[in-house]
């Protein structure tokens, strides 16, 4: 852990926004630098800018026998459960005023298929297909 964090500290103290908030170091072991970037237009940037990141980091003692930079992108997980929350927020209807007046467009279309559609889509039943009493 004391290793992790050493590494963290000495790629902060090198790097400079915005770089350091889309990317972390995870391992170097044997002059090779691993590293995690929070998407894949990052991970390419790190990977294009590779030898000025390297040049940069061997200014430091600690990353004196950098000779590589192995990049990776982090994994969706953290990703997809925020989108799964995002879509969850997400109305299951829509709103009394839109489908009011997708329910007035709907009175005035003559294509019988395009109209049920709508009024469905305005969460109400055509009159025409309601049951009779």
């Not at 990776?72 to 969850?88: F, G």
Request: aromatic share 6%; proline share 6%; net charge positive.
């Amino acid at each position: 852990m004391d290793r992790l964090s050493g590494l963290l500290t000495h790629w902060k103290a090198c790097m400079a926004e915005p770089l350091v908030s889309h990317s972390f170091p995870v391992s170097y072991d044997n002059g090779r630098l691993s590293l995690r970037a929070d998407t894949s237009a990052w991970a390419c940037r790190l990977r294009h800018s590779q030898m000025e990141i390297m040049k940069q980091l061997r200014s430091d003692p600690y990353f004196d026998g950098l000779s590589e930079i192995y990049v990776r992108v982090l994994p969706d997980r953290d990703r997809s459960t925020s989108e799964t929350k995002r879509k969850a927020s997400l109305p299951t209807r829509i709103p009394d005023t839109a489908a009011h007046l997708i329910k007035s467009v709907a009175d005035d279309i003559v294509d019988p298929a395009l109209r049920r559609s709508l009024i469905r889509l305005a969460g109400t039943r055509d009159k025409a297909s309601q049951p009779k009493r």
